[in-house]
């Protein structure tokens, strides 16, 4: 036999460090109120979480919100360009479905954007430019 070998069984736990239970720390705040000992008690803010930096300047933003009053809103697409998509489409005698799939996009965006209801894309507007072969109102830079 091998003279460095242990043959005696080993076994491993895992047991995991427990803290302080809120047990003892009852029986000790109770044993403290019997005996007309000091307490102190604070408050935790936002303990156990990780919002230290969140809420660091919460405060000023959410006043500057409160006074804000415009109302802000996305912009939508312009009816001129919804109306030159449709006529334009009609002109080439193409659908909604097959424009999309010409496009590889869903033709919801194609509906949305003949509907007005779109927000402009100036990638998806070119798009539909190139595969329709007209040129297409630009909606107004900010």
């Keep these: 036999m091998a003279d460095g070998q242990d043959w005696n069984t080993v076994s ?3 047991r995991p460090s427990k803290p302080p239970s809120a047990a003892a720390n009852k029986q000790e705040f109770n044993k403290a109120l019997r005996e007309g000992g000091s307490i102190e008690s604070t408050k935790k803010f936002a303990g156990g979480k990780n919002t230290a930096l969140a809420t660091a300047g919460a405060g ?30 009609m002109a080439k ?44 109102p630009r909606p107004p830079k900010k």
């Design 12 to 14: 491993f736990t895992k």
């Design 60 to 89: 000023i933003n959410a006043a500057r919100l409160d006074a804000e009053t415009e109302e802000l809103r996305h912009q939508k697409v312009d009816i001129g360009l919804s109306k030159a998509i449709q006529q334009a489409r």
């Design 93 to 136: 005698g193409v659908t909604q479905d097959a424009l999309a799939k010409q496009l590889n996009i869903d033709k919801k965006i194609i509906a949305e954007y003949e509907n007005g209801k779109a927000i402009p894309n100036g990638q998806v507007i070119a798009n539909i430019e190139r595969a329709l072969g007209t040129k297409l």
